[in-house]
């Protein structure tokens, strides 16, 4: 069955590195996506790829089956839910469950 | 703002009520994706567009669901006989067929009582 597995919530405090873990057994994805979404607003997207990418704050490391997000110096501001989607180009995007980030001031 | 929009936001109907939602792309976009998303999980694939060809549907999808892009530009989702299992978030989405990043909408959260 093809699933995006990732941890329900990750804790930090205010100005560390914040990591989220994902991994998945989707066939024929090759390309991973990471989602923020905060209630009522639409699912924005971070980072994206088949490789090692950064966008601003955001990191996202990559091998076949497994990604990480990296957030630098989290913010207050960035306590929301995270989604690691994978997909292949044009085609539909298979989503985990959403990490929730919690930080500490 | 070009961004995707989505309506009605929030919709309560009564069970066996038939409901429809509209969605609006980036106007150049020709694939359109609609997902749903229930309570604590991640969103679900349903089906997309390419144009105004219909090229996948989920098993999620029942035969109460139908989908439609007329024209090849927004789209309409309706759910018919309305169960208490189908409330949910309905999200939208849109993208060029060769590129790979999808653009979500804010969503149409439906409540089925």
């Known amino acids: 069955k093809d699933q995006v597995f990732q941890p329900s919530t990750v804790a930090s405090s205010e100005g560390a590195v914040v990591e989220i873990f994902c991994n998945h057994s989707?066939?024929?994805?090759?390309?991973f996506f990471w989602y923020l979404h905060f209630p009522g607003c639409a699912p924005r997207l971070l980072v994206k790829g088949s490789k090692p990418s950064q966008q601003g704050r955001y990191n996202m490391t990559y091998e076949r089956f497994s990604s990480s997000l990296l957030i630098l110096q989290v913010r207050e501001a960035d306590a929301a839910v995270y989604y690691c989607a994978c997909g292949a180009a044009g085609n539909k995007l298979t989503f985990g469950g959403g990490t929730r980030v919690l930080v500490k001031p | 703002d070009t961004g995707v929009s989505q309506d009605p936001r929030h919709k309560i109907t009564k069970r066996g009520q038939n409901v429809t939602f509209r969605c609006d792309p980036i106007s150049e976009h020709n694939r359109l994706y609609w997902y749903r998303q229930t309570l604590g999980q991640g969103p679900e694939f349903l089906t997309y567009f390419q144009n105004e060809a219909q090229l996948e549907k989920s098993r999620l999808l029942s035969d109460r669901f139908s989908a439609e892009r007329p024209k090849g530009s927004f789209s309409t989702l309706e759910i018919q006989r309305t169960e208490q299992g189908d409330s949910a978030m309905y999200l939208c989405?849109?993208?060029?067929?060769?590129?790979?990043?999808?653009?979500f909408g804010p969503g149409t959260r439906l409540t089925v009582l």
């Open positions: 989405a849109s993208g060029q067929r060769d590129g790979d990043t999808q653009y």
């Open positions: 989707v066939s024929n994805a090759y390309n």
